[in-house]
């Protein structure tokens, strides 16, 4: 899988959120949102590093907290690959933006009895997640030098 370029962290992550995805589990979407979320977080900010991208890109966008955006992360990760148009930066951010909306829907819903989510509905979250995680690891992947 994919999260093993990243180490046993997220592995273990993506092994315990997956342990979690169960209909039984009145808390299940809540347990693997957060866990996911952290894999996608992570895969970025190991990836793109603070410092390297104000680095990189001394003008970049930062949070309010000084942090380079996760806009500016993906920015600086697609030029990596050679890849410097303003829109395909903007599509990656967009779906990445769509995955943690999915995430907080899900999670107002894990709480009390909206908590229970059909196989059907937690195999869907899962089928949408790892289809990020994919694409994610495209971006962040280090091109090969031939």
Known sequence: M???????DLVGRWTGALYALSPHNPDAARHFCTSTREVIITMLDSSAPDSEV?????????TDAGA?????????????HGVAEEGIAN???????NLL????????????????????ELSGI???????IAFI??????????
């Open 2 to 8: 994919e999260l093993a370029t990243f180490g046993q």
């Open 54 to 62: 104000k680095r990189e890109v001394p003008n970049c966008d930062v």
């Open 68 to 80: 380079p955006t996760r806009r500016s992360k993906i920015g600086y990760l697609l030029r990596r």
């Open 91 to 97: 599509l990656v951010d967009a779906d990445v933006k």
């Open 101 to 120: 909306t999915l995430f907080r829907t899900f999670n107002e819903g894990a709480h009390g009895h909206a908590g229970q989510f059909t196989i059907t």
């Open 126 to 132: 899962r089928t949408r997640v790892e289809a990020a």
């Open 137 to 146: 690891h495209q971006v962040v992947t280090a091109p090969t030098v031939i």
